[in-house]
């Protein structure tokens, strides 16, 4: 659930019945997840989740689900100090001591930040599509938009003014945008200067493996896509093929799976796109690969016999 309908959540959670799904317990994790979306992503758009149907498979089998707010468009930096906010916020209202942190595409990198920077707060972390190498898209665009350019202010202004209006429609308005400092996050040259500065779970080369478990005492997990073209019936299948024309390698449309690499890599070839892997657009995903809220719920369920 989102910070800012807590009150009204737990409400209605003490006036359901206790269901069988949460006495499976199946993905009761010991500390609370927190879900933190991508590039222009929200909560909640005019009645439709980012996550969709997610936290609730979630919490049906036990978890306790949050869904945080951060930047539309902003620099890692920025939206991780933002997060590490919101955790605060989630660890006084639980009692909790630690969060699990899941982060979706530049969601991935926010939620490593938070974890860098305050290892005793994040149990683990787990990036699905996750930037982590950068993306040869940010890159295309990049080279395209030429750095304190006209069209750089311009466009910039504009994706701002979209970053914006998401925040307005979702009810959260009020965060900074900065539309060139989050393609700047996600190129290659950002995020391996990022990578640098916060090199935990990282794979020591590219498509590599990192450690479950880092230094930080942090556990990282990674799975993706690599499928741009999954169901005929999602308009969004159309645009997620023609940025993956971009790559040279396995990829989800806008993130290769060598890229998406963190930690304990699940699995980087899941018939999925970048949408399908928040099960997106409104469950529109392959019929014939795992459907996304299972893969969370596993992930839970892995996390809850590891003790997190």
């Not at 989050?182 to 020591?204: C, H, K, Q, R, V």
């Amino acid at each position: 659930m989102s910070l800012k309908s807590l009150f009204m959540g737990l409400a209605l959670l003490c006036a359901l019945p206790f269901t069988q799904a949460a006495a499976s317990g199946y993905t009761q994790t010991q500390y609370p997840i927190v879900l933190v979306h991508g590039l222009f992503g929200f909560d909640s758009l005019a009645g439709v989740d980012y996550w969709y149907g997610i936290p609730q498979a979630l919490s049906e089998g036990g978890a306790e689900v949050f869904v945080v707010d951060v930047s539309a468009a902003n620099s890692t930096e920025v939206r991780g100090e933002q997060l590490l906010v919101q955790i605060d916020n989630i660890l006084a209202l639980t009692g909790a001591s630690k969060v699990n942190l899941i982060g979706h595409s530049h969601g991935g990198p926010t939620a490593r930040y938070a974890a860098a920077i305050s290892p005793d707060k994040v149990a683990s972390v787990t990036s699905v599509g996750g930037v982590n190498w950068g993306s040869r898209f940010a890159d295309a665009l990049r080279g395209a938009i030429p750095a304190d350019s006209v069209s750089e202010a311009v466009i910039g202004a504009a994706a701002n003014a979209f970053a914006g209006l998401i925040e307005f429609l979702s009810g959260t308005p009020g965060d900074p945008q900065d539309a060139v400092a989050a393609l700047n996050s996600l190129t290659t040259a950002g995020s391996l200067a990022f990578n640098a500065s916060y090199p935990e779970g990282m794979p020591s080369q590219y498509c590599g493996e990192g450690p479950m478990q880092a230094a930080n005492g942090v556990y990282y997990f990674s799975w993706s896509g690599g499928s741009p073209l999954t169901n005929a019936l999602d308009v969004t299948d159309a645009a997620l093929g023609t940025t993956s024309l971009v790559f040279n390698e396995s990829n989800d449309g806008l993130v290769s799976s060598c890229s998406s690499h963190l930690g304990m890599v699940i699995r980087d070839d899941y018939r999925m796109n970048h949408l399908d892997e928040v099960n997106q657009s409104f469950g529109l995903v392959s019929l014939f690969e795992t459907n996304p809220k299972t893969l969370y719920r596993n992930q839970a369920n892995r996390l809850k016999n590891l003790g997190l």
